[in-house]
């Protein structure tokens, strides 16, 4: 019997063909309904709670990005003040290694000054004389302490004093001995002679 010659509620004797494709193959249109179903968003308890590790284990990993951040960085902040101040007190040991060696010299240095107001200071030694001037002036020592100074007690060392009317402060008169410096650093003061302003 046909399918048009069953009654209802009759079940149709035979294969069922049933066309599932998506595509209908006459018109070329997508049929609604069709085909596997879509995936829907995840509503159950199970779903939830998958979602919720996710984002618990994506806060962990947060946390623990932002506190291998802050280690690097708190690192890189020690060593930069690590090199600074190595970088410092090496400066410090070689200015000091320099000071000493300088002060040491002084008095090499007093006995070329004397030679030279004798005159002595000619020939091979006056060049030997001028190239160590050269030197310790490259190092960085300066020497210092002229006759006219005004008096300073933070870089003279006054021997003597006396009163002056050709003088309207105190002033350094004579130069026992010159002082030097390197840099900021006093290593000896000059040693004169001072001449106050004659009291009224």
Request: proline fraction near 6%; hydrophobic fraction near 35%.
């Amino acid at each position: 019997m046909s399918e048009h010659g069953r009654g209802e509620g009759e079940e149709p004797t035979g294969p069922v063909v049933r066309d599932k494709r998506r595509i209908d193959p006459i018109t070329g249109q997508v049929r609604e309904g069709v085909g596997s179903p879509t995936p829907s968003a995840p509503t159950s308890d199970v779903g939830e709670a998958a979602a919720q590790q996710l984002d618990d284990e994506l806060s962990a990993l947060e946390k623990e990005l932002n506190e291998r951040t802050a280690d690097v960085q708190r690192v890189h902040a020690e060593y930069a003040n690590y090199r600074k101040r190595v970088e410092r007190d090496r400066e410090a040991v070689r200015e000091q290694a320099t000071s000493s060696v300088l002060a040491e010299l002084l008095t090499v240095l007093d006995d070329i000054d004397r030679a030279k107001e004798h005159g002595e200071v000619v020939g091979g030694f006056k060049a030997v004389a001028d190239s160590l001037d050269a030197a310790v002036g490259k190092l960085g020592l300066e020497k210092f302490g002229e006759a006219g100074d005004e008096f300073d007690p933070t870089i003279h060392e006054a021997l003597t004093h006396t009163e002056s009317p050709e003088v309207s402060t105190t002033t350094c008169v004579q130069v026992f001995q010159p002082g030097y410096r390197f840099g900021n650093k006093l290593i000896r003061p000059a040693r004169v002679a001072v001449a106050d302003p004659v009291s009224a």
